[in-house]
């Protein structure tokens, strides 16, 4: 009965977005709004009305998409002072993560006591870096860690990020989903991690995409929200980019590719097609769209070709927490392992740094 | 620069390769390189030296000597001894030597990269993983192809001493292509490397001393350009494959006429790169940087010429606009540079005085200009605002230097794209399948791409057509290049007829054999005829005697039947079914006609006869059955091998067998797709003109087949001249041949010239087959990456 009931309701959200499609949709004029806290420069991404022609013609070249992939790490070359000091930026773009089913309140505080301090003072101190303030980004979790992060994260520069709309797969009833962003919100989340529902791209129903985006957004309210597509769901790089450009258009801040919990999460190539619709974007309106690459990225080497890749496709202005973020959770034990081998000449082993 | 200020620029690092290893190489070898004949290096005292210089700095890298003559001969000498054994040795013995030669380049690719950047200016990540694992791949591929030659060429042989002469920018890649196949197919080598680029090849020799080969399989002579004239045009040498510009690709056509020698010729080109507006732009941007501003632009098949539809012609040149700020002009040997130096002072010279004085005629230039300002390094540049008939449009630069148009319509970019002396290479940009299938094949080129530019690899031929040369190289048709039919026997001559005047006979009507030209018969236009007689030395009919203008007409006939050319193999076949069908129709009045002409049995008449019937249908036959491969290279897509018909196919007849040899020329075109113009035997040309009421009653459209008679070696000389023939197949005398070649040195035709008498028509081994569907096809290989 129960599954009755939601196709019942789902039929009835997709008949009103039939009517909506006979309508032009307008968007509120809206003040540009500046990010929460006041940090970033950027013009706040307010959404577009919704325009079929931006995503009729989409086409990704997968082939071409992946020799360019490969060219990345080989082309660009991140050593010594410089791989440090990229890796001492990719710190700051993390948003440390645990999304676990046995995640506690301790677990979350010793997270959070990471995210503060990402880097061990002793080491901060050998590269001389002591000057700059190094947390990371954001720290992300489930909306009943809230509370015990929030605690945990007083006074901190580290932004409160939560997981929502039914993660991972998005397939709780549309109320449930609105209101769990206003849960978050209001216990404290600046940033909200929503996902789409992935059928609207592979039925072709980007109305529907664009219509629950926007309303999440709504919902969202000052807090900032990321859009995860699940790339690795979505069946190719065509609709990858169509349902970037969907999200960009609904008014998202970020878009991420990946839950983590998909059988295939962040890859390069999706990543890459992403930063090409979002370079679009931003060449078409002026707004500056944040990127998130979740799900896999565990290592220095792989993060570090990401950031070439941002790079060279988005610019120098892209490669900063505003604009972009790396979801992953032992991703900083491989940083600071590279950093002690840069400071000391000697590779470091894990257990002498301490535990996320 | 402090951690502080790196994190607050997250740059790039420069992390230049050493170069230590390679230094002390050439230290090893005193900084002074020699020949390299009969496995030793022959080194004068007081030979003329050339420097070879890092282009990026001008550091000298080591001296270079200068082959002498008398080195020449000793290296060609050497070549030729060593040859028969090194055929001698079989497959497997060469696949062993070519098969170490992979392994030990394998075990120095740091090295070798290096040495290549070194001397030629490319950045160290072309040099490393485009280059040198190219090269590594060619010797692996033609390990396998030296294994299974005794099964899979059994019916040919070895030319004998291959000449090769290689340019500057792809100085180890070059000889890989060049001595690969030549090795594999059991030739011996007679090589020559670019003055500005020797270092690898030397290099290369000394891994050829610990690999194996035989003293003399492999010889490297040094020097500049009259080196390579004087190999080429080399008495001891059966074979010249030369890649380089177009012009002295033709001076060494010229300078080899009437040699007998089998010729490649890998020369310039303005390909075309053809991007729809359904394509994915920034594919197409990509696409771009790997090939006008690879290797600093300095490839023969770079897409220099942007065709791109009007539509989206804007964003796309904004979209490059930006891209190019983004690639790194420096330091060759920084692993982070994507574009080094130019090969020379000289070669800057060039490209920017083509550039400014071009300008002078128009155009818009955007230049990026990051890194490097001091040296021999061209920006990368882009330019626009220039149609068609702008020189920059059509000569090749050979730098950085990309030129783009529009197109309003797809019929009109496969215009554009064919308006070019050249036919290198081409690439399609479409998401649209049917759209890029359909115009890959209509693009005038050797190599296309569709979504991709400047792939390459050891299983897929390579090569042009038009100016751009002829030949391929890789993959199997590339291997025909180094050998020929083992049964080509000397030329024997006809013995001469002495004509007797004989009154005209009352027992039949006059006839009068017309030329055959648009399907019509036509008389000649000088309105002069020549005799022809029979075997006992009576006349036999009147001909007309062709000019100029009778050609010009033939050849426009010709041009015109192009749907021939677009017509399936099943239609064709049909054709020449039906033809055989009405000649069989005509035995015995071909028997007689043959027995009187020729002045053979009865018997042997009907054998010709018979074996002429046989050919056709095996040309019918082969007709929808001949089909050009898909290649295996290692890449997520297929490389199609298209056999394409070459055109417009002028064929000088031999004279023996008249009416056997004159089907054996045209089936087996006319089957390809070709249309012909046939200039039949001198002796017997009444005999391919008494084929025209066959020919008119068998279907066979109109311009097809074309016949002017008259005197073969002038005919033979007006068509090598005609810019709109695309080939020519020729048997004649050496003089005649000789003509042909210099003649068509102009517009570089392709042709397939023979001694009268070289070979047996009745032998289906020798008359007809594989050999000959060869030469009235060129293949064409289509790239095409998939994956959604």
């Given amino acids: 009965m129960k599954t009755n009931k939601l196709n019942t309701e789902d039929s009835i959200i997709n008949k009103k977005f039939a009517e909506d499609d006979k309508k032009v949709i307008s968007y509120p004029k809206m003040e540009v709004e500046n990010y929460p806290n006041g940090e970033s420069n950027i013009k706040r991404n307010l959404g577009v009305e919704f325009q079929k022609g931006k995503i009729a013609n989409i086409s990704i070249n997968r ?47 010793r997270l959070c006591s990471k995210a503060k301090q990402p880097l061990n003072p002793n080491l901060k101190k050998d590269l001389a870096v002591e000057s700059l303030e190094i947390s990371v980004a954001a720290v992300c979790v489930y909306h009943d ?66 219509k629950e985006v926007k309303d999440f957004r709504e919902k969202c309210g000052t807090a900032l929200m990321k859009t995860i597509l699940a790339t690795g769901e979505l069946g190719n790089l065509s609709n990858i980019a169509k349902a970037s450009q969907v999200c960009m258009m609904a008014g998202a801040d970020f878009i991420k590719t990946s839950t983590g919990k998909e059988p295939v999460n962040a890859t390069l190539p999706a990543s890459l097609v992403m930063a090409r619709m979002i370079r679009n974007f931003y060449e078409e309106t002026g707004c500056r769209i944040g990127f998130k690459a979740a799900g896999g990225i565990s290592d220095s080497k792989t993060a570090l070709v990401y950031m070439t890749m941002i790079k060279e496709e988005l610019g120098r202005r892209w490669l900063e927490p505003d604009l972009f973020r790396f979801g992953a959770s032992s991703l900083l034990g491989d940083i600071e392992r590279q950093l002690d081998h840069f400071s000391s000449g000697y590779y470091s082993a894990s257990y002498r740094h301490p535990l996320t | 620069m402090s951690l502080l200020k790196s994190f607050e620029q997250l740059d790039y690092s420069q992390a230049l390769e050493s170069s230590t290893e390679a230094q002390k190489w050439l230290e090893k070898h005193g900084r002074r390189f020699g020949q390299f004949i009969n496995g030793k ?130 100085p180890l890649l070059m000889l890989a292509w060049k001595i690969a196949p030549a090795m594999a197919m059991g030739n011996t080598i007679v090589f020559k490397s670019a003055e500005q680029t020797p270092i690898t090849a030397m290099f290369f020799a000394h891994l050829c001393e610990q690999a194996g080969v035989p003293p003399g399989v492999v010889n490297i002579v040094n020097g500049a350009g009259d080196v390579g004239a004087s190999l080429a045009a080399h008495k001891g040498v059966d074979k010249v494959a ?87 002009l420096g330091l060759p040997l920084d692993k982070s540079t994507d574009l080094g130096s130019l090969v020379s002072q000289t070669q800057y010279q060039r490209v920017d005085q083509m550039v400014q004085q071009g300008l002078q005629q128009g155009g818009e230039l955007f230049q990026a200009y990051d890194g490097q300002s001091e040296g021999n390094y061209y920006p990368p540049s882009l330019i626009t605002e220039i149609d068609a008939s702008h020189p920059l449009a059509q000569e090749e630069i050979f730098g950085p230097v990309l030129v783009s148009m529009t197109f309003r319509t797809q019929t009109e970019a496969v215009a554009l794209a064919n308006n070019s002396r050249y036919g290198l290479a081409a690439s399609v940009w479409s998401e649209n399948i049917n759209r890029a299938m359909d115009v890959a094949p209509k693009l005038k ?42 049964f080509l026997t000397p030329s024997k001559s006809l013995k001469p007829v002495t004509a007797k005047q004989q009154p005209s006979s009352n027992e039949t009507i006059d006839r009068t054999l017309k030329f055959y030209i648009g399907g019509k018969q036509v008389r000649p236009d000088g309105g002069h005829s020549i005799a022809t007689y029979k075997a006992d030395g009576s006349l036999a009919s009147l001909v007309g005697s062709g000019n100029r203008k009778d050609i010009r007409n033939a050849v426009s006939a010709a041009i015109k039947a192009n749907s021939w050319s677009n017509q399936n193999g099943h239609v064709r076949a049909q ?66 091998a298209l056999p394409e018909a070459i055109g417009v196919l002028a064929q000088i007849a031999p004279e023996e067998k008249p009416l056997l040899s004159t089907i054996s020329l045209i089936a087996p075109a006319i089957a390809m797709g070709n249309r012909v113009v046939l200039i039949p035997s001198q002796r017997y040309a009444g005999v391919a003109l008494e084929l025209v009421q066959t020919l008119e009653t068998s279907d066979i459209p109109p311009g097809v087949i074309n016949i002017v008679t008259g005197n073969k070696s002038e005919l033979a000389d007006q068509l090598a001249g005609h810019a709109e023939v695309d080939g020519i197949w020729c048997w004649s005398d050496d003089e005649t041949v000789a003509k042909v070649e210099t003649t068509s040195a102009a517009d570089l035709k392709r042709l397939w010239v023979h001694q009268e008498g070289d070979r047996d028509w009745l032998d289906p081994q020798q008359g007809e087959g594989l050999e000959f569907l060869r030469n009235a096809t060129e293949v064409k290989n289509i790239w095409t990456p998939y994956g959604d």
Wanted: some cysteine.
């Fill in chain 2, 575 to 640: 054709i020449i079914y039906f033809l055989a069908e009405n000649l069989a129709l005509r035995e015995s009045e071909w028997i007689k006609r043959l027995q009187d002409l020729c002045g053979i049995t009865k018997k042997e008449a009907k054998t010709e006869f018979n074996a002429s019937l046989s050919r056709l249908f095996s040309y019918a036959a082969w007709s929808d059955k001949y089909d050009g491969a898909v290649h295996n290279a290692p890449y997520r897509g297929v490389t199609m």
């Fill in chain 2, 445 to 486: 080129a050797g190599v296309i791409w569709i979504n991709c530019h400047n792939q390459f690899d050891a299983s897929c031929g390579f090569g042009g057509v038009r100016e751009s040369g002829f030949g391929r190289e890789g993959g199997k048709e590339g291997l025909f290049e180094y050998l020929k039919p083992k």
């Fill in chain 1, 63 to 109: 082939s071409a998409i992946e020799r360019r992939c490969a060219n990345y790490g080989v082309r660009r070359s991140i050593k010594k002072q410089q791989q440090a000091a990229w890796l001492l930026k990719a710190i700051t773009l993390i948003d440390l993560t645990t999304l676990s089913g046995d995640d506690t309140e301790a677990r979350v505080r």
């Fill in chain 2, 41 to 170: 290096f022959d080194n004068r005292k007081n030979a003329e030296l050339i420097a070879s210089n890092n282009p990026s700095n001008g550091e000298l890298l080591a001296h270079i000597e200068v082959a002498n003559s008398s080195q020449l001969d000793a290296a060609v000498a050497t070549a030729r001894k060593a040859q028969p054994k090194w055929q001698a040795l079989g497959g497997h013995g060469r696949a062993k030597v070519l098969y170490a030669l992979a392994r030990l380049l394998q075990k120095h690719t740091r090295l070798t990269a290096v040495l290549e950047t070194l001397d030629n200016g490319k950045p160290i990540r072309e040099s490393r993983d485009i280059d040198i694992p190219l090269v590594i791949r060619h010797f692996y591929h033609h390990a396998g192809w030296a294994q299974l030659q005794e099964q899979e060429f059994s019916s040919y042989e070895p030319i004998g001493v291959a000449a090769q002469i290689v340019p500057w920018n792809f």
């Fill in chain 2, 242 to 328: 030369f890649t380089g510009s177009t012009a002295v690709g033709r001076s060494i056509r010229q300078s080899t006429a009437g040699q007998g020698k089998k010729l490649t010729l890998e020369l310039g080109g303005k390909s075309a790169f053809v991007v729809f507006e359904d394509a994915d732009l920034d594919a197409a941007v990509e696409g771009l940087v790997d090939s006008i501003w690879f290797n600093q632009g300095e490839v023969c098949c770079a897409g220099s010429r942007l065709l791109v539809q009007a539509k989206v012609a804007d964003k796309l040149h904004s979209k490059i606009k930006k891209r190019i700020q983004k690639l790194r």
């Fill in chain 1, 145 to 210: 860690m809230l509370n015990a992060a929030n605690k945990a994260l007083k006074d901190s520069e580290v932004k409160l990020a939560a997981v929502s709309t039914g993660f991972p797969a998005g397939l709780s009833p549309l109320p449930l989903r609105m209101q769990e962003i206003e849960y978050s919100v209001s216990s404290g989340a600046d940033e909200i991690d929503i996902v789409i529902s992935r059928r609207h791209v592979l039925e072709g129903n980007w109305k529907a995409l664009y």
